[in-house]
């Protein structure tokens, strides 16, 4: 499947306490386990007490591609003789190719909307290739939450914010 941003859709929803977001998206990684989402980037932040941020990139672009060119770099290590080499080689090849194609949500966009939560909460940063909507508000409904921001259409927006109330 080509990795091409300009189909995805970005949604950043915030929750109350430091870990809910982290349950969320364990949740959203089973779903993607069993095909019903794609992620392209999935970004986690948490407010502790004061104004102190902790930004936690979970899913890259990058790292898809390290994984791909490592890969590639074992099956011509295996043709060459040399497994290891090739695979660190691929690997390096990859994760460099992933850095000039890093199609994720922008580390800027992420900071500036974090500021705005509150202490003792967190906030989900998910940029969605494909999704079984249905899915995927059932699983997220229990959790609540109040949307920060997507490129949904305002049909899909209202959706997702009437499901997290």
């Given amino acids: 499947m080509a990795e091409d941003t300009n189909n995805s859709n970005l949604v950043a929803i915030a929750y109350d306490g430091r870990a809910t977001a982290t349950e969320v998206l364990h949740e959203?990684?089973?779903?993607?386990?069993?095909?019903?989402?794609?992620?392209?980037?999935?970004?986690?932040?948490?407010?502790?007490?004061?104004?102190?941020?902790?930004?936690?990139?979970?899913?890259?672009?990058?790292?898809?591609?390290?994984?791909?060119?490592?890969?590639?770099?074992?099956?011509?290590?295996?043709?060459?003789?040399?497994?290891?080499?090739?695979a660190m080689a691929g690997a390096g090849l990859g994760y460099m190719i992933g850095k000039l194609r890093d199609h994720g949500i922008p580390d800027k966009f992420i900071e500036d909307l974090s500021q705005s939560l509150e202490p003792d909460s967190s906030a989900l940063f998910l940029l969605v290739k494909e999704a079984n909507a249905e899915k995927a508000l059932t699983t997220i409904k229990p959790f609540k939450g109040c949307v920060l921001s997507t490129t949904l259409d305002e049909e899909q927006e209202e959706r997702l914010r009437k499901t997290l109330r």
Avoid: C, N, Y
């Avoid at 899913?59 to 040399?82: D, Y």
């Fill in 28 to 86: 959203i990684q089973a779903l993607q386990a069993s095909g019903d989402i794609v992620l392209e980037d999935a970004v986690i932040v948490e407010r502790h007490q004061g104004t102190q941020l902790e930004i936690k990139q979970v899913q890259t672009p990058e790292w898809k591609s390290t994984k791909r060119g490592s890969g590639i770099g074992l099956v011509a290590g295996l043709l060459l003789g040399g497994p290891i080499v090739g």
